[in-house]
């Protein structure tokens, strides 16, 4: 089992990154939300990784930090109709904190937001995968992601406040979500969520 690749990033783009290791590039499937953390090529990375086995293929999924790579390993495994394609979907639309928070909450309407997500796969999503995350729900690894590949941790208690406080101000959640994530990629893990949210309403 890979559960890990590091080494020198050759491309990149928003649902894909070529890692290059020993002379041999390897393609690793990325969702958005791991995109926008990763520097610029020529740097070095690394992912947390799954590999999906095929009669006629295999194919490598890379996330940021360890949660998010288990989270969608947890769909793929549990929830009925979603494939490895449509996880990476629903985890480009929506950080891990912000998706665990709408399976929490039941918000179907939100989650059905998601390219490629209708009412039904949404309700499946709450219905299968909401016992597993009220358990975990707070104490989610990727607030303690050290082992992330880049210093942006999106479940950190400030991240969570500022995404709370755009909702407020009439944001839907997953561009609340986004928002925050640019903000968050351009002022450093550490900010607060004054400056985040500053940051965010800026643009």
């Known amino acids: 089992m890979i559960t890990s690749i590091q080494g020198l990033l050759t491309e990149c783009t928003p649902l894909r990154a070529i890692i290059e290791i020993g002379g041999f590039g390897y393609e690793v499937n990325i969702p958005v939300t791991t995109a926008e953390k990763l520097p610029a090529p020529g740097a070095t990375v690394k992912l947390h990784t799954l590999v999906i086995y095929r009669e006629d293929a295999q194919t490598l999924y890379g996330f940021a930090t360890p949660a998010d790579r288990d989270f969608f390993r947890m769909m793929i495994e549990t929830v009925s109709g979603v494939g490895p394609k449509l996880a990476l979907t629903i985890m480009s639309r929506m950080s891990l904190p912000v998706l665990e928070a709408a399976i929490r909450d039941g918000d179907v309407a939100g989650l059905s937001k998601c390219p490629g997500i209708g009412k039904k796969t949404a309700e499946r999503l709450v219905v299968e995968l909401r016992a597993k995350v009220g358990a975990t729900g707070g104490g989610s690894p990727v607030a303690g992601a050290a082992e992330a590949a880049t210093p942006v941790a999106s479940g950190n208690t400030a991240f969570r406040d500022a995404v709370l ?31 985040l949210v500053k940051r965010a309403l800026a643009g």
Not at 179 to 194: C, F, H, N, S
Request: glycine letters at 6%.
């Open 165 to 195: 406080a755009l909702s407020a101000l009439g944001y839907k959640p997953a561009d609340a979500d986004a928002a925050v994530r640019r903000a968050q990629v351009a002022l450093g893990a550490d900010a607060t969520t004054e400056k």
